[in-house]
């Protein structure tokens, strides 16, 4: 059981928290941890975020707080969330065949409408964090916005089936089971509640960007990649930001 919450944080996060002890075990059994990592990302910028607004940053420039919080997000990531989210819009919105889509996913290589999805997307979600620094009484919103959308990527990978059968996305999910989508319910049942009403709201909107992303590509690509878990994530936690700021 050490060993799955360490491949979360493995994968999820930038962090030296070195191999799984056993290597042995599925890796889809880590899937029930990623809320738990969402809520550690999410602490981690409440906090980031509580001290540019001690330190009066936050009303002098509260665009640079913003800018601060964003990228602290991507360094925790190491964009890996941002590069599936990339390799997405150059994939699932061009007019080709399902298996030039999957080459398309795997390539290194940026197009003009990754290149673009990323711009937006960033800019996107430099505005909505600017609009929650606003209220510092709020800021438990990024622990559940983080913890949902990655609960969003562990439902995905249950209810969709592989894009690509033996694919890293494939392996990632191997072993993931109903109770390791349950224990990642509660995960992020437990970073959303405090918000009430909120984090229903997160909750919403966070399914809706899911759904939308994960019936896109099971159309285009036959099912779900590594790259669409990680394009959910981005979308869960921006459109959650988004709709906030409206309310």
């Known amino acids: 059981m050490i060993a799955d ?11 030296p928290v070195g191999a799984a002890a056993d290597e042995t075990e599925p890796h889809g059994q880590a899937m029930a ?7 550690f990302i999410g602490g981690v910028l409440a906090g980031i975020a509580a001290l540019l607004h001690w330190s009066g940053l936050t009303g002098g420039v509260p665009l640079l707080s913003a800018a601060i ?25 061009v007019p080709v065949s399902r298996e030039r889509r999957l080459q398309i996913m795997k390539d290194p290589r940026l ?26 009484h709020d800021l438990l919103i990024l622990v559940a916005v983080a913890a949902v ?3 969003t990527s ?24 109903w109770r390791g989508l349950l224990v990642a319910t509660l995960f992020a049942l437990a970073a959303a509640g405090p918000l009430v009403w909120r ?5 919403a909107a966070a ?3 899911c759904a939308a992303l994960a019936f896109l590509a099971r159309a285009r690509l036959g099912g779900l990649t590594g790259d669409v878990y990680g394009a959910i994530i981005e979308a869960g936690e921006t459109l959650a930001l988004v709709t906030l700021c409206f309310l």
């Open 111 to 136: 197009g003009v409408f990754g290149v673009l999805g990323l711009a937006i997307l960033l800019i996107v979600k430099f505005a909505a964090i600017y609009g929650v620094l606003g209220r510092p």
């Open 69 to 93: 919080i964003l990228a602290v997000w991507v360094g925790l990531t190491g964009g890996l969330h941002l590069d599936g989210w990339a390799d997405c819009c150059d994939a699932l919105f």
């Open 199 to 203: 984090g229903a709201v997160i909750w």
């Open 154 to 177: 562990v439902l995905a990978a249950y209810a969709f089936p592989s894009a690509r059968p033996g694919g890293m996305g494939d392996h990632f999910r191997r072993g993931l089971t």
């Open 149 to 151: 959308a990655r609960w």
């Open 207 to 209: 399914v809706v960007a």
């Open 5 to 15: 919450p360490r491949r979360a944080f493995g994968l999820l996060t930038a962090l």
């Open 33 to 39: 941890y990623y809320p738990l990592v969402g809520a």
